[in-house]
């Protein structure tokens, strides 16, 4: 019995290729398609195997019938038996008698118990590359054909399209399942940084109230200490009602400054012009004193994805405390190295440290040691850094030192997502 592929037989096929949406569904869709394979050529069995690349060898995808589970456990090198031909030379091969053809593997059947008499095998390719075989046995009304090999060839591509589609789907789906553990390291952030964003609206809110009463109390203790006769004792009173009006208003203008920052524009950032920057916006501060600065920085073509202006924001809170730590006196270090698919940068100094009670608070909104500090610096830093999808954590040494570590990722999730996105539309 020869048979043309028919419009409908065309139709059905196409429809595999849009039916897979995981590995699951995969082998379901496989071995329906290949039921009906089998059905339409009045065969016996059918089996799919997939290429290992790596290792150079065929392994079965979808062995159907009762054989299929023993067959799973055996592999084909490349050329090896009819499968491991057709995957070598990437051409179609019918064998109407296997007692007459010598390239037959008859290590499987010996494995299986399964009695194979002809075969009609195909290989099934996906954008030219070579992704499997596919192999019908033991056509029972007479020889396998050319009306078969070119309805095998029509399932097989779809087939293709169908393996790579579920291998796309696998890819995309393991990149955004998360561990429990990663779920709760993934919560914790989002409630601190919903925390954070409270905290922010709510002291935005005071700070808006604060500001003109602060601004005429800093102006008129100024007016009366100017009419104040220089020997009276009230000028003590005075200098300190301007001195912490003084720090009210720096207070107030670092809240509107990170209720104002602005969303990360992506660029890309030369790693050295970005620490040469924060260096120089810094000494331009008066930040250098007696700091002895090392640097170990990647080449010059080092780059980054990222805001180099919030980039430097970053670094110069960092060196800044790293300065009012060592009193500025000391060894501030910055070390920047690619790592996987992230960049490290480590900014660490000789100073004072960090009590480790005091540790877990550093980022938190308005905590500070520092008598002049608005405690938002690493809050700044903690917000731009993980607006660039990076991490930062600190080790401290209380009397020897500190180092924050900032990772950022070369390859932001998102870039990610929409590369592997236009990949499977292409496909
Ligand atoms: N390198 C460091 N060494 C020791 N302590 C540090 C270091 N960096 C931060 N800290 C501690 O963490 C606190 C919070 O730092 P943060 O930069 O958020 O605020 P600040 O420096 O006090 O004030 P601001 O930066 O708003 O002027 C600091 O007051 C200091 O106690
Ligand atoms: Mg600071």
């Known amino acids: 019995m020869t048979r043309k592929v028919s419009d409908n037989d065309m139709s059905a096929l196409a429809r595999l290729s849009t039916l897979v949406n995981s590995s699951l569904d995969l082998m379901a869709v496989l071995d329906n398609a290949m039921k009906y394979v089998e059905e339409l050529m009045d065969a016996e069995t059918s089996s799919i195997f997939e290429v290992d690349h790596e290792r150079d060898e065929l392994r079965f995808r979808l062995a159907r019938g009762k054989w299929g589970s023993k067959a799973q456990e055996i592999r084909l090198s ?102 429990t553990e990663e779920l709760k390291k993934t919560q914790q952030k989002v409630i601190q940084s919903e925390r954070m964003v409270a905290l922010a609206r709510l002291s935005q809110g005071v700070a808006h109230e604060v500001r003109n009463p602060v601004m005429s109390i800093g102006g008129f203790a100024m007016r009366i200490k100017q009419k104040l006769p220089s020997d009276n004792p009230m000028h003590k009173y005075a200098d300190i009602i301007i001195k912490e009006t003084a720090r009210l208003e720096k207070m107030v203008r670092d809240i509107e400054d990170y209720a104002n920052m602005r969303e990360p524009r992506f660029g890309e950032v030369n790693l050295k012009k970005l620490t040469k920057h924060a260096l120089e916006d810094w ?145």
């Open 78 to 179: 490349m050329g090896e038996g009819i499968a491991g031909r057709v995957a070598q030379e990437g051409k179609p091969i019918v064998v109407p008698d296997i007692e007459q053809d010598e390239r037959f593997a008859s290590r499987i059947d010996a494995h299986t118990g399964f009695k194979t008499r002809s075969i009609i095998c195909v290989p099934i390719k996906h954008k030219g590359r070579l992704i499997g075989v596919l192999e019908v046995l033991n056509k029972r009304g007479g020889p396998f054909d050319e009306d078969d090999v070119e309805l095998l060839t029509v399932v097989s591509n779809q087939i293709g399209i169908a393996m790579e589609n579920a291998r796309l789907y696998e890819r995309l789906r393991a990149r955004f399942t998360l561990t």
């Open 283 to 427: 000494k331009e501060k008066g930040g250098l004193a007696n700091i002895e600065i090392q640097l170990d920085l990647p080449d010059d073509e080092a780059t980054l994805p990222g805001d180099e202006g919030l980039l430097r924001v970053v670094l110069n809170n960092l060196f800044q405390n790293a300065a009012e730590a060592m009193a500025n006196e000391g060894i501030l270090s910055v070390v920047a190295y690619p790592e996987g698919k992230h960049v490290i940068i480590r900014v660490a100094d000789t100073g004072r440290g960090i009590d480790p009670d005091k540790l877990p608070l550093i980022f938190d909104p308005f905590f500070t040691a520092n008598t002049s500090g608005s405690g938002l610096g690493l809050t700044t830093v903690h917000r731009i850094v993980s607006e660039h999808g990076g991490e930062i954590s600190v080790d401290s040494i209380p009397g020897e030192g500190t180092e924050f570590r900032i990772q950022l990722p070369l390859y932001p999730d998102d870039m990610q997502l929409s590369e592997l996105e236009a990949s499977q539309r292409r496909a």
